[in-house]
C-alpha cells in the first residue's frame, strides 16, 4: 500500500485537524480526499478508510503498574502490548509469545515442513519403485526415523502452546 507524506505550516495542520474531526480524523480525511481525486477513471474507487484500533487509557495503581510492567519485561515486550496481548488472550483466545519464543516456534515449524517434504518425497519413491529385501526394509526404517523426528517436533510446539496458555491463564 502506498503511503503519501507531505509538510504542511503548523497553522494548517491544527486547522486540518479541526476540520477532519467530524470526518473520523486526519487519515480518514485524506483517505476521503484522494477517494474524491481518483473518481471513477480509475475503475475501482481507491481504498476506503481503514479502521484504527482502539486506543484505550486505564489507569492502575502504583503496585499493579509495577507488576505489569515487571511481566512485560520478563516476555521482552512493553508493558502497553503486554496488556493488549491479556486482552486479546482472554477475549479471543490468541496467545502471544515472546520474541525468542516466536522465532523458535517458526524454526519448528520450517523443520516440520522440511521433514513433510521428505516424508512426501520417500512415499513417492515407495509407491513408484518395485523394492524387495533389504532395499524396502532400509527405506522403511528411514520413514521410521522421519516420523519420530515429526512427533518430537509437533510435542515440542504442543508444549509451546501450552506452556503460553498456561501463563496467559495463570494466576497471578
Do not use: K
Amino acid at each position: 500500500m502506498a503511503m503519501f507524506s507531505v509538510r504542511v505550516s503548523d497553522d494548517a495542520a491544527q486547522r486540518f485537524d479541526a476540520a477532519a474531526m467530524a470526518f473520523g480524523g486526519r487519515s480518514a480525511l485524506l483517505r476521503r480526499l484522494i477517494d474524491a481525486a481518483c473518481g471513477p477513471a480509475g475503475g475501482a474507487p481507491c481504498a476506503g478508510p481503514i479502521p484504527r484500533p482502539l486506543r484505550l487509557m486505564v489507569r492502575l495503581r502504583a503496585e499493579d503498574a509495577a507488576a505489569v510492567a515487571a511481566e512485560a519485561r520478563a516476555m521482552g515486550l512493553r508493558p502497553s502490548t503486554w496488556v493488549a496481548a491479556l486482552v486479546s488472550h482472554r477475549v479471543r483466545g490468541r496467545p502471544r509469545f515472546r520474541p525468542p519464543e516466536e522465532d523458535a516456534l517458526l524454526a519448528i515449524h520450517s523443520e516440520v515442513h522440511r521433514i513433510g517434504v521428505n516424508v512426501n518425497q520417500i512415499a513417492r519413491a515407495l509407491n513408484t519403485a518395485i523394492l524387495e529385501g533389504q532395499v524396502l526394509d532400509l527405506e522403511l526404517s528411514y520413514l521410521d526415523a522421519l516420523r519420530g523426528e515429526l512427533r518430537a517436533h509437533l510435542a515440542s510446539l504442543r508444549e509451546a502452546f501450552e506452556g503460553n496458555l498456561a501463563y496467559w491463564q495463570g494466576d497471578p
